[in-house]
T-cell receptor, first 110, second 113 residues
Framework: GESVGLHLPTLSVQEGDNSIINCAYS??????FIWYKQESGKGPQFIID?????DKRQGQRVTVLLNKTVKHLSLQIAATQPGDSAVYFC?????????FGQGTTLQVKP | DVKVTQSSRYLVKRTGEKVFLECVQDMDHENMFWYRQDPGLGLRLIYFSYDVKMKEKGDIPEGYSVSREKKERFSLILESASTNQTSMYLC????????????FGSGTRLTVV
């Protein structure tokens, strides 16, 4: 079956450093990918998305990279701040629905 | 901004009770979804709906039902709550059947005692 997975359950980074969160997906037919951020006690919030005809997309302090050859997605956060501490989920779109990964917890050390 | 509102943030119910979780979105989205979220298991799809009066089973529909009488409202029903339904429940909506992100509500943390 389909699965979307994140490589690491927890990532700890120093404030000000760059963070890279990785995600592997299994379905090469997936056409759209999205990253969500979920803070404690809240619902997931959209961060950035990318369609399968692109390999890179930049937002404010965030960049998503898509490597379709190895079915890999990554989220890069520049100059990580304490407010970035959260669980990050990737999701792929396939057969009309989003399929979510397990999530990576990002801890930012002051 | 799209808003997805879940009626309760925290809920405590007794085993065997019938429980209604309400979700309302204000952006005329066709698609609505119910997920539960448990540690180590991620987000699991319970039911979804692409239109009024439509419903489709997700990955874990057992013990749940849904109702979509109006486009903006999607209700999740636990017919007879059990302790293994203690979880965080998340409602989401999206505009079309195509590839778009979902907008989530804040979640309802349900405890069944």
């Amino acid at each position: 079956g389909e699965s979307v997975g994140l490589h690491l359950p927890t990532l700890s980074v120093q404030e000000g450093d760059n963070s890279i969160i990785n995600c592997a997906y299994s379905n090469s037919a997936s056409d759209y990918f999205i990253w969500y951020k979920q803070e404690s006690g809240k619902g997931p919030q959209f961060i950035i998305d990318i369609r399968s005809n692109m390999d890179k997309r930049q937002g404010q302090r965030v960049t998503v990279l898509l490597n379709k050859t190895v079915k890999h997605l990554s989220l890069q956060i520049a100059a990580t701040q304490p407010g970035d501490s959260a669980v990050y989920f990737c999701a792929e779109h396939n057969t009309g629905k989003l399929i979510f990964g397990q999530g990576t917890t990002l801890q930012v050390k002051p | 901004d799209v808003k997805v509102t879940q009626s309760s943030r925290y809920l405590v119910k007794r085993t065997g009770e019938k429980v209604f979780l309400e979700c309302v979105q204000d952006m005329d989205h066709e698609n609505m979804f119910w997920y539960r979220q448990d540690p180590g298991l991620g987000l699991r799809l319970i039911y979804f709906s692409y239109d009024v009066k439509m419903k489709e089973k997700g990955d874990i529909p057992e013990g749940y039902s849904v109702s979509r009488e109006k486009k903006e409202r999607f209700s999740l029903i636990l017919e007879s709550a059990s302790t293994n339904q203690t979880s965080m429940y998340l409602c989401a909506s999206s505009p079309l059947r195509g590839a778009y992100g979902y907008t989530f509500g804040s979640g309802t943390r349900l405890t069944v005692v």
